[in-house]
């Protein structure tokens, strides 16, 4: 099930998502009849996120089952991923509303439960949400939050990520100093990032 799994993620950051698709269902297949539920709810949600790169329907189905297996198992820190992977797929098909929800039920609970890299991640969804609703105020504070802990933590892919949201709302505020630096930080990691693939 591992190698199915890790199989379908590597196939997914290659841009393969149908592969990744038919070795997630196999892994999900075998995780039902072991009884993994860990591994279950990581198959789903990893399913969630390959339906949505397809725009496929049962994003949301898959990211739901995944929430309420973790929830009915006191995993909170799957339920948190899940609550963020359901809003991305909201998202993803412009139901914003109804990924803010999921977004600020996952926020609240990655605070509750003091998960702090779930926080950034929800932080992060949220904020580019609301950049994109026009709300660059709320927007902002939630992006920089959320690069704080990634740059912290020397997460560089997430950290490029949240300077490229940070740049693009900077450059709609106008502050174009700020924007370019921004863009320049996002740049910089993209090339060592680019970097450590090659070698």
Not at 23 to 33: D, N, T
């Amino acid at each position: 099930t591992e190698v199915l799994y890790q199989r379908a993620t590597l196939a997914n950051r290659l841009g393969q998502s149908s592969q990744a698709q038919a070795q997630l269902q196999q892994a999900l297949e075998m995780c039902r009849s072991t009884g993994s539920l860990h591994q279950q709810i990581l198959v789903l949600l990893q399913l969630s996120n390959t339906e949505h790169r397809l725009n496929g329907a049962k994003a949301q189905d898959y990211a739901t089952e995944a929430i309420d297996l973790a929830r009915a198992n006191g995993m909170e820190s799957l339920t948190t991923r899940g609550l963020i992977d359901l809003g991305n797929a909201y998202f993803v098909k412009g139901e914003d509303g109804e990924a803010a929800k999921y977004f600020a039920q996952a926020l609240e609970y990655a605070r509750r439960y003091k998960s702090q890299r779930n926080q950034a991640r929800a932080l992060l969804s949220l904020g580019s949400l609301e950049l994109q609703r026009g709300d660059t105020g709320e927007g902002l504070r939630n992006v920089q939050q959320a690069l704080q802990w990634y740059r912290r933590g020397g997460y560089q892919k997430e950290t490029a990520q949240a300077l490229i949201l940070l740049g693009r709302a900077q450059r709609e505020r106008g502050d174009l100093q700020a924007a370019l630096r921004s863009f320049q930080q996002q740049l910089e990691i993209g090339r060592k990032l680019g970097d450590q693939i090659g070698r």
